[in-house]
């Protein structure tokens, strides 16, 4: 490097031009270097794997016709099911078991309060059969009474140590490795990664920065409603009983639209929760990608669709066959499941 | 430059090391041409200029105990008043005006329904008192039966002719320079901004990325209720008659929270609406920067604050002098208004 290094303001402009190209030349040869290796060392070669090289390749291409300029690319991402493991139950729903029975002798009118009722008498590991209106009562009613940042802490301590009922992992190692790829992958071509959930938003929040590279202002999930408040003079915000948002089905395209305001031009999903969102992600003009993750490997993971306890999944599954998005068979697209 | 552009993927690892260093040391170099000239050359020098820039030295300062990670580096900003001029009515209001008596044909009952029926019998250029609560009526129930693409189209083309009533501006052309400087300044220091405003989500959106180089994603407003929709076959957002949130005084720590999920370190307001928003950045822990306009120059803009028809002033301006928060007077301390 011949450039010497100098703070003098009067540096002549054609110095700090030669400068410029100096500085984009070297990462055009950086953005060559990381292309020579593969991005995605998870996912077998085959078509999944080749429709998303493809689809990154034309929409950050300048000069093409299908080019979408950086702040247009975000891409969408389910949760439960396509960023992580949703099986045996929701991990929302196990944290939620924990946290009512950690609460309950402060209240002992959820004993005969459904679904608090039907809760507290299901040992942990069996499933339980509540409805997501149900579970966000529960979640709701659990954490009232708390600030944001109390309820911070609270996920925090829990995720730390809480592990997987079948593997012993701890849930944020229940998180798939081709997905982490390809969340990074995205982030290395200049796409803004979102989550979109069915899940609380304060749920994922304290630790999604952490396991999938995603800031908190680029989570969206169901919400209850807040309050502000002064306590001692101090001002907090306090969590309301109150459910405010549903994210979920016809919830995630306005999920989308109330926290980016723009439409994304790629969306993940892998349930008929994510199926309004990959319609909605699906019809906008210009290139879009959308893809649906099919869970088939029974041994390294689980194998289940139409007939899954795990919400519903037809819908989404026949759609995407029918309109040609990417299906991943995780059997055989993944050479890996988790990390 | 004497780097050879290769796609070998064996590259030494040396050489890509010694690349690395060089990029390094470029952006360094860039770096500190960008600090030899003014970042804000429409500050005059004083108090508030001095207080921004050791704010942002100190925050960025790798290995100091004050130093803040990137991502961390959260900064709200309110919009009537603080980022452009409010007088002498809300820019939304002025909007809200033209789309109500745009629709009134269609629209009969409105003659004798208030709010409706006295914006319909004011002249444009006079203030029409109303309530936030009664704009916000106004604006959805104006804007009900469209879809958001649609109210984005009428909102781009309001705004692209629409014209202050005293300076004949375009109301784009009524930001303020020093503002817009700031903006920059706080980005090339890592800085994610944001607005939080009163004003209407989906009226800001259309022109905050052209106009403050804010995207959508990370503008913060008042919003009514969406409905997602297959019309036709294809999916649509539909604008409800139906508040869903009021981003103003409590409203706004609220609507932070939701959206960003993290507490900004600075904020930047100019109302009682924006007092809530800077109590709650102030009270985080580490450093903190609330910064106050104050509107002082009756010649270039105009001067107001305890008797003005533009919402509250006072207790802001109180708890700004108490508090030590940076008190901008416009006449002192900025030497340009407008770009």
Redesign the interface.
Known sequence: ?A?E?????T?KTSR?QD?????L??????A??A???DPLPSWNDGKAKQAITAFVEKVTKEGSPEFVPA?ER?AVFDNDGTLWSEQPIYVQLRFALDRVKALAPQHPEWKAKPPFSKLLSTPKEEHVAVSEQELMEVVMAAHAGIT?EEFEQVVKDWIATAKHPTTGKLYTEMVYQPMLELLAYLRANGF?TFIVSGGG??FM?PWA?KVYGI?????IGS?GK???E?RDG??V?MKLPEI?FIDDQ??K??GI??????RPIAAFGNSDGDL?ML??TA?GPGPRFCLYVHHTDGVREWAYDRDSHIGKLDQGLDEATTKGWTVVSMKDDWNRIHP
């Open positions: 490097m450039f290094v100098t703070n003098d303001s540096m700090i400068l410029a190209t100096a500085i030349s070297a990462l055009a040869l950086t060559s270097i292309h020579a290796a702040p975000i944001t803004k938003i304060e929040r920065e800031p908190p202002e680029q989570v919400s807040l309050k502000f002064l101090k001002p915000l405010d016809a919830g395209p306005v639209q109330q926290h980016i305001g723009r309004q319609q909605w019809a």
